[in-house]
């Protein structure tokens, strides 16, 4: 016997207050989930080398291998949308988001009890390589899933301004991981690498609870309902065998997949840029405080909170592809400028550079992404399809601090090399997003129909 699906919300007041209800829960959870996955990049930038991988002869060698194992979480990352991807699409968003945020809490957690190498060698490595495979695991199916949750509740004339909501998230994560790493990076190095760098972590069980409390209220949308409903019809009348999300990706929706790929790729390029890189180069070849980069990285995240809503909602008016390409163009612009404020050890110029190239460069492009992938997918393949694009780069993007502290390593800090693969790849996404349908006015209740 087939199993009804729940109704969906009848008046438009029912609507929009479970559209709000999402958006706020995407934006929550989300934030929970980034603010783990950034506290772990910065410590790689400050206190994984010595504490895991030291080499007192050279300390940037240190480093390196802290960003080595930053990048394996990034490994992960598909392997998690493609399960996670499966389930939402099959049996629900709501359950493969709350099984992401329990297994990105409690990794995240364990972190924080690690001894190091001085305690047990080797061991301390490993551990933490085991740990950042599950973060990975677990982030690959949390930002699909979020932007979903947020988009297919959304009213039709507004899916990038809600859609906005889960980038919004990862703002307030990373306000909160680099405000609180500022905050305990005042500590003496002695106490900072005795037991302070564990604070931000073990911090992460009290937001977990936040966040797991906030995503079991939540609903299913009323795009999955309607698509479940209609799929478990034709199954019950025609016999149609429902066919598997990761098949029906590649054999229909291919061209969607690479070009949405390709954005998401410029983009985290230049995102990691202002989120990790820049802080490496300030730490190892400035005399600018560290603590200064952590402010201004948390301020630049702070004025992103507004810019993602601001570039969501001009996208549904506008158009996604405008916003995309016009965010794609800006980040281009300031790269090279960006280095030159950090290298002039300039106080005002890094704070200026850091606002402008986040808030609105990584702001535009970013902003858009939740709207404009899901309305490239089908409805029984969006959560696989949004996950799978932005997680298949992440095995390329992941690497780039490594790569880019190699490169600092080989030129005695010159930036030059790093700027330039920078623009390259906002050009790719620049270019994909050019070939990109304009989607702003698709229907997202479309029941496996590939966008055209």
Known sequence: MTNTAPSAPQTPQERAKLAKRAAIASLVGTAVEWYDYFIFG???????????????????LGTLSAFAVFGVGFVARPLGAVVFGHFGDKFGRKVALITTLMLMGVSTFLIGLLPTADQIGLWAAAMLVALRLAQGFAVGGEWGGASLVAVEYAPENKRGAYGSFPQIGNAVGLVCSTGIFAIVSLLPDDQLFAWGWRIPFLLSAVLIVVGLFIRFKLTETPTFQAAQAELENKQESEKVKDKMPLAEIFRRFKKPLLLAMGMRFGEAVFGYIVLTIGLTFVENYTDIPRTHVLIASS?????AIYTYYFFGRISDTVGRRTVFM???????AIVFPFFWALDSDNLLLMYVVYALA????????YGVEPAFFSELFGTKVRYTGVSLA???????????????TALFAATD????????????SLGIGLVCAYLAPETNRSDIN???????
Do not use: C, K
């Open 390 to 404: 932005a997680q298949i780069p992440s095995i390329l993007v992941g690497f780039w601090p490594f790569l880019a």
């Open 413 to 424: 800090g010159d930036p030059w090399p790093i700027a330039a693969l920078t623009v390259a």
């Open 42 to 60: 910065t410590a790689s930038a400050l206190v994984f080398g010595p504490l895991f991988f030291p080499n007192p002869d050279d300390p940037i």
């Open 446 to 452: 479309e029941v496996g129909e590939e966008t055209r």
């Open 358 to 365: 986040y808030a609105i460069g990584v702001g535009a492009v």
């Open 299 to 303: 301020i630049a995240a702070a004025f």
């Open 326 to 332: 016009g965010g794609s163009l800006f980040g281009a």
